[in-house]
């Protein structure tokens, strides 16, 4: 019936400015979003106004139903900030509309858009990218190759991407309290246990599925879709209060000398490069204060 | 000790005007609700007056202290809304003592009652199906044929009977987003990790665990029964408004142009009828709008 | 880098007045909390002021960073309340500073503790025994010997240190009204299952999990794992009122004959005694009302 409104005629990929992610329309309804910033998928300065602009594109789009991101780098979905790039600019970025830090702005921006969004992970995804991947709507991980955490306590400073709300309200305050304070790996089966994503599959079946759900979803009304997710958000969003209160403890643990000693003995023995360091975060960060 | 409270003496099954479900009591303490309209136990104007009459009698009935959903019907427990019956009755009936439409409100008024509600969900509970079990205080599935469903979002209408209030507590967040937006078949292994249910449990015992667990229930002091539900209501029912707001999406999600088409589309092809698109209903509302 | 603050220095035992539990200082920032009150580790009126003493040096240290509590008696983590004890002392217990009863004030206390809480889980923790664990930041059990439950429904009143509220909040609310109001036993697996606990792992890995997870967070900055719990502490705990109108209702209840007439019945046949009753309460408490 609704054949003419779903199909492929806009598949054509966007060549914008974009260099660390892509943004690809497998339809006018359905996009996909790939990092792809090698060999990390690290967050740094050139990443924020990168994601902004997409988030951008998904807010203001009048086609688009349902938004896949997912990762082109190899063991890495998406990780954390980028400790040795000048953060001067990121830092120091003018609150956004909603008087909130522009990133955790984004994520609210994610949660409430009248989108439906798919986190696809493979590989390691902490800080920032767990954090985008909690903002999501969904999230679909690799069983063998996906490694969710937030690495942060480990590190010395409290999560910044407002966690502590989201995984309260998924998995319950006992497995977030773990998850947060021991900093630990959470690999794919246990992050399904723990409903820190929605399902853990096969590696070869990653993909096909998250496809196949995309693509019902892209077919259906996009007025339907946003209007049960907004009843979604009333009872399962946190205040912005609490993604306010989450950043500006992170702002002020940053500051502490302690935690500015912790990030640089990390730094000394290769956190934020690729190897050891980053390939088994979770055993890194336990090395710190030993 | 206290044999003669709950002894077997008054179980004889009522006969009244019920047509659709039958009620019978196992014993004063103990009642059973047997949904039996054949072929799909599919709810209907006439299905509403009956359900009402048995939840009058729960609320009012000063023994009954457990209450079990069940079906007669082979591969369906109760499923959606009859869109080839006269709805006109139905859709018109004026509010209840809460404000809110007599569907929800008698929803809320199952969880809030002072007796303890459990589906035994056998065959496809979806739509209405699926939203009296979310109202009850448990659900046990069987895993080889119960099959939950809000297929709603897949037929272009917001779902009327507050899932997206009560999936969201349940299971959180993403899975919440997921059932609702996918709109798709969520079979008792699935239901089980999503919390949808309590717990699925072969088939061939899922009787016995649950007529042992009633029994267990109907054993224990009523008033402690209720007083600790009630407790467990402050930490866990949405507020009344959030359930009022999905009704109201609903009823205007209905009355667009294109959800209308969509309907129509599907009751051309089978739907509300015995046959494939009943009995792959997932798979069915996925093809309205390729 | 920081060995000098995790060192094994101060690992000598604490010598006080506790006779039913002790305090072990495996370093001055991670401590473990033993219940050694055989043969039941059951909570009579010594009990309190003890666990009190524990709680009030958890909240003065200046250095500890993780308590874990376990249990030294074979098939006893921590249960109920001895009815068989003269339990005047503990009834009028004067409220604590938030106005609340002193027995759910220590749980509150323990929820919001600037420290890291562990209950490491083998045997029985019932009554109070399951509220102490759920009142921790995190629970791990044994897959083979662990057993949670809330038995008190069972016994004709309601829980008095707030599962209402915890166990609605930690694994939603169909799950939480079974283990209430069916009084059951909860091994392992299910505990897992319905994230009553974090984990079950098999017995023999228990002690090595817990004891690396507890080492690792001991390695942490203080001040940065106080900050994150504080956060999730906010999106996750129950509100006092809540709490206080549990404890009430637990007191309502008791008063009831038809439940001191049920604790009676109970007593008589080895409720509060080495021996079947307590080795298997679910089923025995399953009795007192046929």
Redesign the interface.
């Known amino acids: 019936?609704?054949?003419g409104?779903?199909n492929m005629k806009d598949r054509n990929e966007t060549a914008t400015t974009l260099t660390q992610l892509r943004l690809a329309k497998r339809s006018p309804e359905y996009w996909r979003v790939t990092f792809d910033h090698p060999p990390l998928n690290i967050f740094g300065p050139e990443m924020f106004p990168q994601v902004n602009e997409i988030m951008t594109a998904i807010e203001t789009d009048e086609q688009v139903k349902v938004v896949v991101f997912d990762s082109a780098v190899e063991g890495f979905f998406l990780i954390h900030l980028d400790f040795l790039a000048n953060l001067d600019n990121l830092v120091h970025l003018p609150p956004g509309p909603t008087g909130l830090h522009p990133w955790p702005e984004i994520l609210v921006r994610l949660s409430r858009a009248p989108v439906?969004s798919v986190a696809m992970i493979r590989g390691r995804a902490t800080g920032m990218g767990s954090e985008l991947a909690l903002a999501?709507?969904?999230?679909f991980a690799s069983r063998e190759k996906a490694i969710l955490s937030q690495f942060e306590?480990?590190s010395?400073?409290?999560?910044g991407g407002a966690p502590?709300?989201r995984?309260?309200?998924?998995?319950?305050?006992?497995?977030?309290?773990?998850v947060?304070?021991?900093?630990?790996d959470v690999p794919g089966d246990?992050a399904?246990?723990y409903?820190y994503?929605?399902?853990s599959l096969p590696d070869a079946d990653l993909d096909g599925f998250v496809d196949a759900?995309a693509t019902?979803?892209a077919?259906?009304?996009k007025?339907?879709?946003a209007?049960?997710?907004?009843?979604?958000n009333?009872?399962?969003?946190?205040p912005d209060i609490?993604i306010e209160?989450?950043w500006n403890?992170c702002v002020?643990?940053m500051a502490?000398p302690?935690?500015q000693?912790?990030i640089k003995?990390l730094l000394e023995r290769g956190f934020c490069k690729p190897g050891d360091a980053e390939n088994h975060l979770g055993d890194f960060v336990?090395q710190?204060?030993?």
Chains 1, 2, 3 share one sequence.
């Open positions: 019936m609704m054949k409104t779903a439906v999501c709507d969904m999230r306590v480990g010395g400073f409290v999560p502590m709300a995984l309260s309200r998924l998995m319950g305050r006992g497995r977030a309290l773990e947060l304070l021991s900093a630990e246990l399904e246990l409903g994503v929605n399902r759900l019902r979803i077919s259906f009304d007025q339907t879709l209007h049960t997710k907004r009843l979604v009333v009872a399962s969003l946190p609490e209160s989450g403890a002020a643990s502490q302690a935690t000693q912790r003995w336990g710190v204060g030993r």
